[in-house]
């Protein structure tokens, strides 16, 4: 049986004077009227706010110096990301491809796709989507049918995926595709690449999703081109790194944090008396966000020491999804406010968002029922 | 106060502090695991329920120096932290021990808080009415002294009695651990003295040890729990590999790790006190999860769980007490979101981050 561990966790002295950056920064942006935090969240995206986190070294700060990034701790990280979401920030352009894209292809990638690549990452202008799912892979991923057939110098990829965030802004997508045909190892023969958007034999397709946005695609191949050196670490070895991925994916507090501008907002609106009621829910609300900020900076703790607290990101990850979907259903039960439709910042049309957005919190990024099916092989169940 | 400073410089003398102070705990887990395994059975368990005091299992906690953990070692104690006297009573409870270990430990804080000499023996620790009654004393009849804490004239007390009290009522919490409500007549004071804030200091000390003790229950829980699905065999195969209990047992393990992991922060900043606001935090976040972990492992047992024969209920009865002692989930919570609500929206993230 896996021992689920969360250590606790010392940030490191350069923490504190990081945080106060990162929160002045937000403060004067706020102020500017760049962005209205009530409004964002890592859904939402402003290219030019990403690269002005690129100039201020927000992007890729775990990297290497020589590949545009800033050799930081995964706490130091760690204090960046949860302050960018406490405010609201649109940091939904940089997202994927700092998260994992990025860590992917440094540890995974060519040397000419790490040059080519990193720095414009770090530097905020170079942003990813996840080709993994498809009209008949969603949970079971190894299912993939998006075939790579060898071609002159790399490979030449045909198939559809779905539900792909954000790839009519991407610069680049990592496809997961199969190179050999299925054979009693399911998890054999798939292979990650990085897709150059700009590419003839790709079309995109908005899907429109429960709130009415255009967030997610289809992404269709037809005989794209892939270099042989945009292959993500070995021919028929992509399972293993999906799955690793997703330590990363899985354990921040993105997983947690989507509805931190609800609870926010909902706070001042029951105002500094509330009664027993809302005194009781917001402390609960509070001290489930506390346990978890502990736990998921005890992973980033872990991947400083190069631990894979896969299994550990898996729990966090249901813990805290459960949460974020949890506050819009407090706040409706105890505030007079009808949500409603529409774009600007009332609180109603914020309810409204959140109410319409929630449903996704527990399937993006692997499903709830997932989730609980690998926190039970860690508990040595399967 | 001294007391608790010079056990922190004896633990820090060393080149790293924190790597020793987390071997020492280790250590005092394993001797906690070994002793347990040796003497803490069902028969003792359903004996002290009886009414039988564990005389034996006493004095071999006594005899590892947990009974008197937090007495400096120049006093006659083991001089530890009071973190990692947490740590060691969340094992106990792992163990599902029947005795005032958290009561020992929070009569002697008191003490000390107050300037108060620690005596040998078992302690207690009540509140005191302005009727002069003791409400739910743990181990009430049983302890040698009973330290209280009440608000006077001018200000919050702590007094160690000695003596027969005054039975008012014979109570039990659900685990049949001894609650009685005593009466002051009988008892003679032994010591006394003004300590502000006396009576919080006993709530806090008190939320701190039942999330501790809440924690390490619901990590039996769920081994107790992964074991069982691991046996009972149903449709030709042990329930655990039916889809329906992994999940439960995922959802039993993720409230089990919150709760551990709630109870450490609050253990962890509590270097010489209670720290109040990651106490309330850890108070509101065990209690909840007390019940639904306790919940999951009923479900995971079927009948069996729900007998007197199966240990299960050493564990999760005791969950279904502790919740609500030194206030429930709600109470703490209720205390958290007026704080947050009187602090205003734009205080919240600052206050988190400043934990
Ligand atoms: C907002 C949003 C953004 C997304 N962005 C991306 C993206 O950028 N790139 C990308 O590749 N994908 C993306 N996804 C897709 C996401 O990864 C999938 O939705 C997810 O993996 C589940 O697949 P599915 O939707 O096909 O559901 P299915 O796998 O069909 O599942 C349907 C239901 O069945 C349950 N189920 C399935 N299998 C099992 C099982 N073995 N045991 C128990 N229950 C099971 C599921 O839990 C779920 O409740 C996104 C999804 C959303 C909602």
């Known amino acids: ?382 | 106060m001294n007391q608790a400073n010079q056990s922190t410089l004896a633990a820090g003398s060393s080149t790293d502090p924190a790597a020793e102070a987390a071997a020492l705990d280790a250590m005092f887990v394993d001797t906690i695991d070994r002793l347990c395994a040796d003497q803490a059975n069902r028969a003792l368990r359903e004996q002290a329920e009886d009414g039988v005091w564990p005389a034996a299992l006493w004095a071999a906690f006594d005899e590892i120096g947990l009974v008197r953990c937090l007495v400096s070692e120049a006093a006659g104690g083991a001089g530890i932290s009071l973190c990692s006297a947490l740590r060691a009573l969340k094992r106990t409870a792992y163990h599902a021990v029947p005795l005032p270990l958290a009561e020992s430990m929070m009569a002697t804080r008191l003490l000390q808080a107050a300037g108060l000499e620690v005596p040998e023996g078992v302690l207690t620790v009540a509140r005191l009415d302005p009727e002069g009654a003791m409400p739910r004393v743990a181990w009430g009849e049983r302890a040698g002294f009973i330290v209280t804490v009440g608000a006077g004239g001018d200000g919050d007390t702590v007094s160690l009695l000695s003596g027969r009290a005054t039975l008012i009522r014979q109570e039990k919490n659900l685990a049949g651990e001894p609650r009685p409500t005593l009466g002051r007549a009988g008892l003679q004071q032994v010591a006394h003295a003004q300590l502000g804030g006396a009576a919080n200091l006993l709530e806090l000390y008190g939320a701190l040890a039942r999330s501790a003790q809440m924690a390490g229950a619901l990590e039996r829980a769920l081994h107790l729990s992964l074991e069982y699905a691991n046996e009972r065999v149903q449709f030709g195969r042990p329930i655990g590999k039916f889809q329906a209990v992994q999940h439960l047992l995922a959802v039993q393990a993720s409230h089990a790790a919150a709760a551990s992991a709630a109870c450490d922060a609050a253990i962890d900043a509590s270097l010489d006190a209670p720290e109040s606001f990651l106490v309330a935090l850890a108070k509101a976040r065990t209690s909840e999860a007390a019940g639904q972990g306790a919940d999951i492992a009923h479900q995971v047992h079927g009948a069996m769980g729900f007998t007197r024969e199966h240990s299960l209920h050493h564990v999760t009865r005791r969950l279904y007490a502790w919740r609500d002692e030194y206030g429930g989930e709600a109470y703490w919570q209720q205390r958290i979101g007026r704080l947050i609500c009187a602090q205003g929206a734009d205080a919240f993230w600052p206050m988190l981050t400043g934990l």
């Open chain 1, 1 to 382: 049986m896996h021992q689920f561990k969360f250590d606790p966790v010392r940030l490191p002295e350069s923490a504190g004077a990081l945080r106060r950056e990162v929160r002045a920064f937000i403060a004067a942006q706020v102020a500017a009227r760049r962005f209205d935090p009530r409004l964002n969240s890592w859904g939402s995206r402003d290219d030019e706010f990403s690269r002005e986190c690129g100039r201020r070294g927000y992007i890729g700060m775990c990297w290497p110096k020589c590949y545009g990034g800033h050799e930081r701790s995964a706490l130091e990280r760690y204090v960046v990301v949860e302050e960018m979401l406490a405010g609201g920030a649109p940091v939904g352009a940089h997202w994927v491809a700092d998260r994992q894209s990025g860590n992917q292809i440094l540890r995974h990638g060519s040397e000419r796709a790490r040059q080519l690549i990193l720095p414009r990452i770090a530097a905020g202008e170079c942003y990813f989507s996840i080709g993994m799912s498809e009209p008949d892979s969603g949970s079971d991923l190894a299912a993939v049918r998006t075939k790579a057939v060898r071609a002159e110098g790399g490979w030449s990829i045909t198939g559809t995926k779905v539900w792909t965030s954000f790839a009519h802004h991407a610069h680049y997508l990592i496809a997961l595709a199969r190179t050999e045909a299925k054979d009693a190892n399911r998890h054999a023969g798939l292979t990650q690449f990085i897709v150059d958007m700009s590419r003839p034999g790709i079309g995109v397709r908005p899907i429109y999703n429960l709130y009415g946005g255009h967030d997610f695609n289809e992404v269709v191949f037809d005989n794209c081109f892939v270099e042989d050196d945009m292959v993500v670490g070995e021919v028929g070895g992509g399972w293993g790194m999906v799955t690793r991925e997703l330590a990363f994916e899985r354990s921040g507090p993105d997983r947690f944090m989507s509805t931190f501008q609800l609870l926010l907002e909902s706070i001042s609106k029951v105002g500094g008396d509330p009664d027993e009621c809302a005194a009781t829910e917001i402390g609960r609300l509070c001290a489930h966000l506390a346990t978890l900020r502990r736990m998921s900076s005890s992973i980033a703790g872990a991947l400083d020491r190069g631990a894979n607290p896969a299994l550990e990101a898996a729990l966090v990850k249901d813990l805290g999804t459960s949460f974020e979907r949890e506050v819009p259903e407090v706040f409706r039960r105890l505030l007079p406010v009808e949500p409603t439709l529409g774009k600007e910042a009332s609180y109603g049309e914020l309810l409204g968002m959140t109410v319409l957005h929630a449903p996704s919190f527990t399937l993006r990024g692997g499903t709830r029922e997932i989730l609980r099916g690998m926190i039970a092989r860690g508990l040595g169940l399967r």
